[in-house]
């Protein structure tokens, strides 16, 4: 069994990047600038943009970060996203989700620029990414297809099950693999709260991606033997013996079910830090698609 380590493939990525910022200074050209809204003062998303400013330092690239109170209008919001849209100086940014419910997320993500929608949320980069075509795909599909390729792990032919249907992960994900290029190839079977027979039809798959946000919900019972399962689920679970006074937990019940498989990603170090690797490729991207 092997383990697809998401924390030393991340910083691997990273390490690349960094080369290729040096590259670029030698030239005398730009180097990426990213920058991130944040509205409120949510707990989990504070972490994930402060991680995303340590990734920019760490690889060479410009942040910004542009915190917003919990109260700011939709209008005011969007403000903020004109003003990105026309500075030149910034090549990428997101706007960390989930907003405060009193703004329209779905306007929000039709106001980013295309070119500068490092998340892939925009309908125009969905669209690319259906057809295809060169686009930035959103970071935690990206950042799975990036550790299937860098593993090698076979996936042509494969019976794949994606357990979610977001528009962020699940949804995408199934598109990528049943791509025709490498990693893809597979037959996908997308899965969601009405799917019947969920445990036989897991049972089938030679590839589970796991993206439901349910906390040990794929087990050993469920997977063949020598499958693939890539665990995307985090759940935050108070534990007063973790400096952070939580703890994180997957979607797949890794102790019972590593015994079986052939590949899989543990959380933490699995999924999410390849999330952040692969924002920081297509931030990177925008460079090299202009
Ligand atoms: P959503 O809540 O948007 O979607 C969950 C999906 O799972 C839905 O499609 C839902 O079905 C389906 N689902 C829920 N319960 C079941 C069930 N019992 N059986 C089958 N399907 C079910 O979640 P996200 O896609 O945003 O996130 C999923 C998980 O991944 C979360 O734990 C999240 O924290 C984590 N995540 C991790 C990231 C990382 O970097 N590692 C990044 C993004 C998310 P239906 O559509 O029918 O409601």
Redesign the pocket.
């Known amino acids: 069994m092997v383990v697809l380590d998401g924390k030393a493939t991340s910083a691997q990525i990273r390490a690349e990047l960094a080369e290729k910022v040096k590259v670029l200074k030698a030239e005398g050209k730009k180097v990426p600038h990213l920058a991130a809204i944040l509205v409120g003062e949510d707990g989990a998303s504070r972490t994930y943009v402060n991680a995303k400013v340590r990734d920019c330092e760490e690889v060479g690239y410009g942040s910004t970060l542009i915190k917003l109170p919990e109260e700011t209008s939709e209008s005011e919001l969007l403000k903020a996203i004109h003003k990105l849209n026309n500075d030149e100086d910034v090549d990428g940014y997101i706007v960390q989700l989930p907003l405060p419910n009193h703004i329209d997320e779905t306007k929000v993500l039709l106001a980013i620029d295309p070119k500068k929608d490092v998340d892939g949320f925009h309908p125009e980069n969905v669209g690319k990414m259906t057809l295809n075509l060169p686009t930035y795909i959103p970071?935690?599909p990206q950042?799975i297809v990036e550790i299937l390729r860098r593993y090698n792990v076979p996936t042509e032919g494969k019976d794949c099950v994606v357990?979610?249907?977001?528009q962020?992960?699940?949804s995408p994900m199934s598109i990528l693999l049943s791509q025709h290029n490498y990693p893809g190839n597979c037959t996908v079977t997308l899965?969601?709260?009405?799917?019947k027979n969920?445990r036989q039809v897991c049972k089938k798959a030679d590839i589970i991606v796991a993206?439901?946000?349910?906390p040990g919900?794929v087990t050993a019972d469920m997977v063949k033997e020598g499958a693939c399962i890539i665990d995307?689920?985090?759940?935050r679970v108070d534990d007063s013996s973790k400096k952070s006074g939580f703890r994180l937990l997957g979607?797949v019940d890794y102790n019972a079910v590593a015994t079986k498989c052939s590949y899989i990603t543990p959380v933490p170090g699995?999924?999410?830090p390849?999330?952040r690797a692969a924002l920081m490729l297509n931030t990177m991207k925008v460079i090299e698609l202009s």
């Not at 899965?191 to 799917?195: A, D, G, K």
Request: charged residues 10%.
């Open positions: 970071a935690t950042g357990i979610g249907r977001s962020i992960v699940g899965c969601h709260s009405r799917t969920l993206a439901l946000g349910q919900f995307v689920g985090i759940t979607d699995g999924v999410g390849m999330t």
